[in-house]
């Protein structure tokens, strides 16, 4: 059985830093996409960023620069550096990759909770 694992939210003052880590675990061929997505109180979730296994980059327009994917593909990590935090990045953030097995799965971690005070 494959499981994400996010660490590294928490309470942060606006203009601050956070950086998240999602660790996968189980029995895994490969992991080709890994990204974190976010969902706000009363909203949708919604992608933030995503990173192919061989570091092609794609975010939302909402943090472009300030925000930075990266992965370390012989730990099965992704990470999301966050820099210069607003109100409106409030959110549980979540882990997803697309990994390979047995067969093909979607995995999504639990998430975790990023709370920015103005």
């Known amino acids: 059985q494959v499981q994400l694992v996010e660490s590294g939210g928490g309470l942060v003052q606006a203009g601050g830093s956070l950086r998240l880590s999602c660790a996968a675990s189980g029995s895994i061929f490969s992991i080709n996409l890994m990204g974190w997505y976010r969902q706000a109180p009363g909203k949708q979730r919604e992608l933030v960023a995503a990173i192919t296994s061989g570091g092609s980059t794609n975010y939302a327009d909402s943090v472009k620069g300030r925000f930075t994917i990266s992965r370390d593909n012989a730990k099965s990590t992704v990470y999301l550096q966050m820099n210069s935090l607003k109100a409106e990045d409030t959110a549980v953030y979540y882990c997803?990759?697309?990994?390979?097995?047995?067969?093909?799965?979607?995995?999504w971690g639990r998430g975790t909770l990023v709370t920015v005070s103005s």
């Open positions: 997803n990759a697309d990994v390979y097995t047995v067969a093909y799965l979607q995995v």
